[in-house]
């Protein structure tokens, strides 16, 4: 098997950054390697994790992200082919999406399509999934498109809903099914792409 060089582009925590290094450091036959974590934000807890665990870091402002001479010299930098989206909060450049078509995977923390689309990220997703009701949530991890959270589903996994569940509760079930597949479905996804 090939082994997929993904950078991971984060704009705050990093627990699911971490997970994904973490995962590749444990399987080393897995088809995925971490070479490098892109940051938009100077201040994101992402920088701290990624750096403690060995990868290296570049936090570049949203103009250097959407400028592909300093975009893609960082990705050529590392080797990049490929790139997990796990909480980065901008929209990934055209010149990005065709360099690296079939090749961008975001994770989302509910049903898409439902609950997406802008404002839907964080604690707002599992607060509208808590108001509306809904007897069941979960994660969608699907290939970036120029739409926000449009491109085409790759993989879903639900979780109930009991009577009384709180936004709160919400995130940590939706972050232990986080960990559970996306660094799975990553390398067995990317590593055919390479
Ligand atoms: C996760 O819930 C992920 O699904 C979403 O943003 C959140 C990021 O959390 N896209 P973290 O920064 O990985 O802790």
Redesign the pocket.
Known sequence: MKTSRTAIF??????????IIRYCAAHPDCGLTVPVVVCNRPD???IERARTLGVPVRVMTRAEINDPAAMLAILEEYSVDSIA????LLMIPDFLLERYAGRII????SLLPKFGGKGM??RH?HEAVVAAGETTTG?TIHHVSSECDGGRIIFQASIPLPPGTTPADV?TA??AL?RTH?PRVLATTLSTQV
């Open positions: 984060a704009s705050g925590a990093g627990s699911n950054a971490e997970n994101a807890g992402v989206l796990a909480g980065f975001n994770i989302h923390p990220y964080g997703i994660i995130e939706i972050h986080e996306y």
